[in-house]
Nanobody, 114 residues
Framework: VQLQASGGGLVQAGGSLRLSCVASGIRGRLSLMGWSRQAPGKQRESVATMTLGGNTNYADSVKGRFAVSRDNAKNTIYLQMNSLKPEDTAVYYC?????????WGQGTQVTVSS
């Protein structure tokens, strides 16, 4: 499976960005998709996940500011990020889990200036 993320960029604190990720190279629909991020010098952390049925899970640090959504027919996932903070600066990765194996995309850089 290939995961192609896009939509990152440079934004001022308080601004918004929308990330998109398309999964390809797989038949059918992906059960679980999500987003993770890794800031410089820090471990990668899960930001948000969404199941095929629409159940979501968010990191405490982004609750109320980020919203994940999916287009299941297109195996596409989105991450709407509002009220961005400098601490949201990181490389954001699209992720999925298939038969217990985790897959990651190439990442897209999000930089929030203060």
């Amino acid at each position: 499976v290939q995961l192609q993320a896009s939509g990152g960029g440079l934004v001022q604190a308080g601004g918004s960005l929308r990330l998109s990720c398309v999964a390809s190279g797989i038949r059918g629909r992906l059960s679980l998709m999500g987003w993770s991020r890794q800031a410089p010098g820090k471990q990668r952390e899960s930001v948000a996940t969404m199941t095929l049925g629409g159940n979501t899970n968010y990191a405490d640090s982004v609750k109320g500011r980020f919203a994940v959504s999916r287009d299941n027919a297109k195996n596409t996932i989105y991450l709407q990020m509002n009220s961005l903070k400098p601490e949201d600066t990181a490389v954001y990765y699209c992720t999925t889990t298939i038969l217990g194996n985790d897959y990651w995309g190439q990442g897209t850089q999000v930089t929030v200036s203060s």
